[in-house]
């Protein structure tokens, strides 16, 4: 898609905040909600995620997707690069 605005998903996340130097995406549910903040700044792009533990099955399962997050989060980035848009 060309272009995305705040309160559209971009994938399985939901935009929460989108302007020319950072896109926060997250998703909220009753175990865990997270953001991941994309900030393109000189030279570089930094990836940050947060996420919050909402009841006793949230750590468990962030405990299970975490060993993947580096690899998927790479994935997203190459894409991106590949194709132009950060």
């Known amino acids: 898609k060309p272009s995305y605005e705040v ?31 994309l900030m393109k700044q000189p030279g570089r792009v930094v990836l940050t995620t947060i996420c919050t533990v909402n009841n006793r099955y949230g750590a468990p399962y962030l405990r299970m997707v975490k060993p993947f997050h580096r690899a998927g989060v790479r994935t997203i980035l190459n894409r991106a690069v590949s194709a132009g848009r950060i």
Request: charged share 30%; proline share 3%.
């Open 7 to 37: 309160g559209e998903d971009i994938g399985p996340w939901r935009i929460f905040h989108l302007d020319a130097a950072e896109l926060i995406a997250g998703r909220d549910n009753q175990h865990l909600d997270f953001r991941v903040s």
